[in-house]
């Protein structure tokens, strides 16, 4: 099956990562490495420094993918990479070295958009069905995104502001967590024993884009008064109310959205889905309106090659190749 195997690379933010796919759901090899520990002092990813890392460590990284996989460069039957959106800068560097390697191995080029890539990580491990709904929620991104069919997506709501991942990192760092903030939110809300209530933005009353810059505002109105009273604050009741915040519009939209397409399963990705509170809510949601749902685990949540392989079979079965003119989009629509 060797004309099936496709070398797929991502290097949209700070991840630096190569994967070897082979049918677009098996994963022979997927190499990641993370900049978070450059990135942490900074309490945030600095654009500059993600591309330059990304040159640093993208040859060692793909080499290994192959090496990895059981198979060499010869065996590949397609080159996929991120083609946008991401961090413009960084998305180069994961393009120029994929169109050197379709060059040099005379095979085709796959531009893949990066929420397909998370969209499509579910079939590494599950069988999706169609029409099928996918909660999308990471550091830069939070849609819900219909799929009519295999290979279509339509956006049928988005943030208005901040992504959930963003909201979480912000609300972390003003309660001077580590970077990225969402895990320690997420630990956080589980250890509280208390909440402290905060607003839910709900938009329109049939709108399914989201808003989460208020909720935000209003955590740092909490922080700011108690620091001012000199009053002690109860800092996991916080997380809690904020998380609950979250998840309550999260999943009533994900549900009635479902609801309203007819879907049959219902997708949850990016890195925000290894929120504990959100799976959990969304689970036990979807079994009372007996719907599927599906969440891949959480090192295929999280941006990696693997998802890029996996998206980037669609157009390789279909014959969809890019041109080595093909450009890093850091604002490509899906
Ligand atoms: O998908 P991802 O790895 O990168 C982007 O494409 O953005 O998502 C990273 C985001 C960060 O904002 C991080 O704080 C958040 O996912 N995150 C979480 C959790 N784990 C990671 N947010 C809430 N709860 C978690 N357990
Ligand atoms: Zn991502």
């Not at 959106?85 to 169109?99: F, I, Q, R, S």
């Not at 320690?184 to 905060?198: G, N, Q, W």
């Not at 998802?307 to 390789?316: D, H, L, R, V």
Request: hydrophobic letters at 45%; aromatic letters at 4%.
């Amino acid at each position: 099956m060797s004309e099936e195997l496709i070398l797929a690379i991502e290097t949209s933010c700070d991840e630096t990562s190569a994967a070897v796919v082979r049918s677009g759901k098996e994963i022979c090899s997927n190499i990641v490495s993370s900049q978070i520990d450059v990135h942490e002092r900074f309490g945030g990813v600095v654009p500059e420094i993600a591309s330059r890392k990304h040159v640093e460590t993208i040859t060692r990284i793909i080499e290994a993918a192959i090496a990895q996989s059981g198979y060499t460069a010869n065996d590949l039957s397609a080159i996929a990479v991120t083609e946008g959106p991401g961090l413009v800068g960084a998305l180069l560097v994961g393009n120029v070295a994929a169109k050197g390697l379709a060059l040099a191995l005379n095979i085709p080029l796959i531009a893949t958009h990066h929420i397909a890539g998370h969209i499509y990580a579910s079939r590494l491990e599950h069988e999706m069905r169609f029409p099928a709904l996918a909660l999308v929620v990471s550091g830069g991104h939070t849609e819900l995104v219909l799929l009519p069919k295999e290979g279509v997506f339509q956006i049928i709501g988005r943030t208005r502001d901040d992504a959930v991942g963003e909201a979480y990192d912000k609300v972390a760092r003003a309660l001077k967590l580590p970077y990225p903030g969402g895990p320690h939110i997420d630990r956080l809300a589980h250890e509280a024993a208390a909440e402290i209530e905060l607003p839910r933005a709900w938009l329109e009353q049939d709108s399914y884009d989201f808003s989460f810059s208020g909720l935000k505002s209003a955590v740092l109105a909490v922080i700011n008064q108690h620091r001012m009273k000199g009053l002690e604050l109860d800092e996991a009741a916080l997380a809690k109310g904020f998380q609950q915040s979250v998840i309550d519009v999260l999943v009533t939209k994900a549900l009635r959205a479902a609801k309203q397409y007819g879907v049959e399963q219902l997708i949850l990705c990016g890195g925000v889905a290894a929120n504990r509170g959100l799976r959990q809510a969304l689970a036990l949601a979807c079994e009372k309106d007996k719907l599927q749902l599906i969440v891949p685990s959480p090192k295929l949540c999280t941006d990696n090659a693997a998802m890029i392989g996996a998206a980037a079979y669609i157009k390789f079965k279909h014959g969809q190749f890019a041109g080595l003119d093909m450009k890093a989009d850091p604002g490509l629509s899906l």
